[in-house]
């Protein structure tokens, strides 16, 4: 079964998939009508042609510049750096940031050998440049992880000089979250930032 | 980004693939090379013009017949039935049936109104009158559950008068298993089936 052994091999290299997802998804594709795959073989097309970086901030774009950047109703005086163009999905389904995005593609990772050389970090100091002193405020929305904070706090002294008002997201406890199971570092500064109601 | 919602949607029908994991391999998919990508659509093209059912046992086959049913050392006086071909991979994985094998293509389940019309039914009587009384033994490894059971019983009383021997696999405590987390009628059948050591 060489076909079915060769596309089992590829969906392995799917994220999260294992020998047996691998398995399934094969024979969903023996299953599923011919003219469906033919759609799914022209979507897989679609997105190797069409999505690239966003010239602006690098978020992934069809086209040069991506929907965000594109929207002139936002507000480009305040850009929101996130590591990956996940994390901007996601802020844009909380619906309450209207700024601009500059995704660094990375973080800094010294356990991992990883620093500053691959992330947009030259592209965003350019940015923030051309912008002529429009850029008001920088809000860092790395990862609260070793690597976000490692990453946040090179950021915040390359570009201290470079923007007066650099910012870093909340830390407490998310909503749905279980005080009682909460680490400990969450829970102070889920009290030292608390606000008045 | 309609590209991006489109592969999204299509990886959405993946079996047991929820949004989060969709949006995922979307993202793999624009990471990934375009070269490594045109291999998965040729992998899934060639899964759908060369994978068929096998017209003596139908289970999956490249060409007119599968595997095993190619293999001349394959003892043809035996056959197993069981419901999908996932079924034959799993039990030639444990190497211990030198026989042939018949896909059902399903099970019979009154609860959802299943009946034997879908079945491979009347090909497996048509194969054992082919046979000309070769045919010895049937084992039924249809799944141990309702369905399962439900299908062994009407297969039993269907074939009774065309083979001779019809054996259903053994019920017992799967290796690995805890007899202290074992449901009583898998014990029962442990025990009333026990062998001399």
Do not use: W
Not at 119 to 144: F, S
């Amino acid at each position: 079964m060489k076909a079915l052994e060769k596309i089992i091999t590829h969906f392995r290299r799917f994220p999260g998939v294992g020998p047996k997802q691998a398995e399934r998804f094969a024979l969903y594709v023996i299953k599923t009508p011919g003219s469906q795959i033919e759609e799914l073989v022209e979507a897989l097309r679609a997105v190797k042609s069409s999505v690239a970086y966003c010239r602006e901030c690098y978020n992934y774009a069809e086209g040069d510049t991506c929907s965000v950047c594109e929207d002139h109703s936002r507000d480009r005086s305040v850009i929101c750096v996130v590591s990956q163009p996940q994390d901007v999905a996601a802020i844009e389904k909380a619906k309450t940031f209207n700024g601009v995005y500059h995704v660094l593609h990375g973080v800094i990772s010294p356990m991992d050998g990883v620093n500053s050389t691959g992330l947009k970090l030259k592209e965003l100091i350019e940015r923030i440049h051309k912008a002529d002193g429009a850029v008001a405020e920088l809000i860092i929305a790395t990862n609260p992880d070793t690597e976000g904070e490692t990453t946040a706090i090179y950021l915040t002294r390359l570009l201290k000089d470079h923007v007066t008002g650099i910012t870093r997201i909340a830390y407490g406890v998310p909503l749905g979250g279980d005080i009682d199971y909460m680490d400990e570092v969450t829970l102070g500064y889920a009290l030292k930032g608390r606000t008045k109601v």
